[in-house]
């Protein structure tokens, strides 16, 4: 087991046991040594345990090396996710706002639309069972809750927006991506930004295939395809013979993707799955999708902010849309 797996795992022991060591000093007192016998018999006594059991107060109530710097795994998100059933309930859902920064009058929203996010993390292609095949339990359209959001403001007779599509991701705090994770993976899906609004879990798929002749550019394609998406594309095509192909991904300083290298005539195409830089004018660029499929107009274009105060004004009026995610527990 990797080190960093190993000091997750400790920090779920300690988590474990901190409800009784916080309530009963003594007994945790007698807690220490049983945890100490246990790490330092086979096969736990292989690895470096870091353990640090607070009480309410802050003060240290278990620790073993709780002195030294460690670097958790992902797998620490296990705390979270059984913090998060206990203080939400299983049944929690999180709900998505429309809000207008102005009246509406013979169907023209005469403002910006603020798409308004609290966590929804369900807009994707995914399945929430084991088993698949069961009715309901995987989600195939990941624009389901946008279609929702035009649907209902069709039905309040909304045909045109005047301003833009705002999508507002201030329900998290600002800070989206953590400044300890590497620059270089930050290009990548599983390193996409955190936001209290994003689309598709804030990810693009781009297929790279070869142009028809050496020289040529490499083509590319992204799903989901949003018009103001940017990608550069520098990478070029290979003679036949050619076996150079490398494909470089990066992200210029403005966030927009650079794909540099080569690819081979007749190559087959390869994908990646890319992070997005901006989530919350991901999926406002999205929803302005989903609304002119609904022949509703956009005037203003699209835009982004987790800025709270853009819109603290529109958000203290009335819904004009809103949907709720499926529950915590899926």
């Known amino acids: 087991m990797p080190i960093s797996k190993t000091l997750a795992s400790a920090s779920l022991a300690a988590t474990a046991i901190a409800g009784s060591a916080v309530a009963l000093p003594v007994e945790a007192q007698a807690i220490t040594p049983r945890i100490t016998r246990r790490l330092d018999r086979p096969p736990l006594d292989r690895h470096l345990w870091g353990i640090a059991v607070l009480d309410d107060g802050g003060r240290l109530v278990v620790g073993r090396n709780a002195d030294r710097l460690f670097t958790p795994a992902s797998n620490t998100k296990l705390v979270v996710t059984a913090a998060a059933t206990m203080l939400l309930t299983p049944d929690w859902t999180a709900r998505t ?161 650079q794909l540099d290298g080569s690819i081979r005539v007749g190559a087959e195409p390869t994908r990646a799955t890319l992070a997005v830089s901006d989530p919350a004018r991901f999926a406002a660029a999205a929803l302005a999708r989903v609304l002119a499929d609904s022949a509703i107009t956009v005037g203003g274009g699209v835009a982004g902010t987790t800025d709270s105060l853009v819109t603290k004004a529109a958000r203290a009026g009335d819904e004009l849309a809103a949907v709720d995610s499926r529950p915590l527990a899926d």
Not at 106 to 131: A, N
Not at 203 to 218: E, K, S, W, Y
Not at 239 to 249: C, E, P
């Open 97 to 257: 706002s429309l809000y207008g920064t102005g009246p509406v009058r013979d169907g023209v929203l005469l403002g910006d639309l603020i798409l308004y996010g609290r966590g929804d993390p369900t807009w994707s292609r995914r399945c929430y069972s084991v088993d698949t095949l069961a009715v309901g339990v995987c989600s195939l359209d990941a624009y389901w809750a946008l279609r929702a959001l035009a649907g209902q403001l069709i039905r309040r007779g909304i045909r045109r927006v005047a301003g833009a599509v705002v999508g507002d991701g201030s329900y998290f705090e600002r800070e989206i991506v953590h400044p300890t994770w590497e620059v270089a993976n930050l290009v990548w899906g599983y390193a996409a930004p955190v936001s209290g609004l994003g689309f598709n879990e804030n990810t693009i798929t781009a297929t790279v295939a070869p142009g028809l002749a050496a020289g040529d550019p490499a083509a590319v394609t992204v799903e989901p395809d949003f018009a103001d998406f940017g990608i550069e594309v520098r990478a070029t095509t290979n003679g036949a013979g050619d076996r150079n192909d490398r494909l470089v991904w990066s992200r210029a300083e403005d966030g927009h993707l």
